[in-house]
């Protein structure tokens, strides 16, 4: 009987324990999902969203007229880009890190895909 009290005790301490971590994954996301982001201004070579999408390369550049203007590229979520706009994930995902490393100071260049190099068959 202890054994099993003991059991029940360790398993509810357990699933309080998951509640709590479960609460404050919920807080930071609702935190960093109403964050404000913020919006650069050009700066450089790069006037325009049309120059920065071409200045990352991966073709998001044919992608340009997807975005309204500079303050669209920069506030558009993950999520906006998926449904609204209708982007590929990798080139989503690519603009919106290079959005990010924009914000941080990083002025964009090309990154060329790396491709693996075919093994010499013996």
Request: hydrophobic content about 35%; glycine content about 4%; some cysteine.
């Amino acid at each position: 009987m202890s054994f099993l009290c003991s059991i029940l005790l360790n398993r509810s301490s357990f699933e309080i324990q998951i509640s709590k971590v479960a609460f404050a994954t919920f807080i930071f996301r609702q935190y960093s999902q109403n964050k404000q982001k913020s919006i650069p201004p050009p700066r450089g070579s790069i006037t325009t969203h049309k120059e920065f999408l071409e200045k990352i390369g991966r073709d998001c550049g044919d992608l340009a007229d997807k975005f309204r203007d500079w303050d669209h590229l920069f506030t558009a979520s993950s999520q906006e880009m998926k449904d609204a706009l209708e982007l590929p994930t990798k080139q989503r995902r690519w603009i919106l890190a290079w959005t990010q490393h924009y914000r941080d100071g990083l002025d964009p260049y090309n990154i060329p895909i790396r491709t693996k190099k075919k093994q010499k068959k013996k």
